[in-house]
């Protein structure tokens, strides 16, 4: 699975859209790229995932550049709930159900 | 409905003893996966099972770790003769089929403590 890089933290002002960075400059065709979070002392909870089209669900949109090199995540109206961890992860596709392989992530702090 | 569990919550153990960490996952998940999360770092990748059966077991460090489902829900991590630098949370998680499209639901974890 290609290598993610990620700013190792970031702040935002509660009500402001957070925009998360990400490069996977050796991202090949058939991977995508997902977007997990870890709150504080709990498990990583799926963001969204995409190939090459932005993708946009109840949490957050997913914007992937059109070479696939570079993604950003955006939560739109960042609350002080979304202080977490959040890792960018690009994953082959197998057929079947892999595992995910973690970075260091991007430590996002929500302040008033 | 009812998420991944893990038991004990937290484990403090002394080095050389033995522990089992159990897991729950969501009914009907047939994937489950086993990872270990040391302070500052994300979660690393110990092994993964498809049904009963260790579909990806490239993750576990050495031979001291070993995990078990044998009925296909379960699953036990065992861990022999614990070390220090085995202190971490253990994270278990969960998938609903063979789709590798699937989130991964992750329990709150095991925090082990090998004193």
């Known amino acids: 699975d290609a290598k993610t890089t990620q700013p190792p933290s970031m702040d935002c002002a509660e009500g402001r859209a957070a925009n998360l960075p990400c490069n996977h400059s050796?991202?090949?065709?058939?991977?995508?790229v997902y977007w997990y979070r870890q709150i504080h002392s709990q498990g990583p909870q799926y963001i969204i995932h995409?190939?090459?089209n932005n993708e946009t669900n109840e949490m957050a949109s997913l914007i992937i550049t059109e070479d696939r090199k570079s993604s950003t995540l955006i939560l739109p109206h960042a609350t002080l709930r979304d202080t977490a961890v959040y890792y960018c992860?690009?994953?082959?596709?197998?057929?079947?159900?892999?595992?995910?392989?973690f970075g260091t992530g991007t430590r996002l702090q929500v302040t008033l | 409905g009812a998420g991944v569990s893990q038991t004990p919550s937290n484990k403090v153990t002394e080095k050389g003893k033995y522990v089992e960490l159990r897991c729950d996952p969501i009914?009907?998940?047939?994937?489950l996966y086993w990872y270990r999360q040391s302070l500052g770092q994300g979660p690393e990748f110990l092994i993964y099972?498809?049904?009963?059966?260790?579909?990806?077991d490239s993750g576990l460090p050495n031979d001291r770790f070993f995990a078990v489902r044998p009925e296909g829900s379960v699953s036990t991590l065992k861990i022999q003769r614990t070390e220090r630098g085995d202190s971490a949370v253990y994270l278990c998680?969960?998938?609903?089929?063979?789709?590798?499209?699937?989130?991964?639901?992750f329990g709150p974890g095991t925090r082990l403590t090998v004193l």
């Open positions: 050796t991202i090949s065709g058939n991977e995508y």
């Open positions: 099972f498809q049904g009963t059966g260790a579909a990806d």
């Open positions: 995409g190939l090459k």
């Open positions: 009914s009907g998940h047939t994937a």
């Open positions: 992860i690009v994953r082959g596709y197998t057929g079947t159900a892999s595992k995910l392989t």
């Open positions: 998680a969960s998938s609903p089929d063979r789709n590798t499209y699937n989130e991964q639901f």
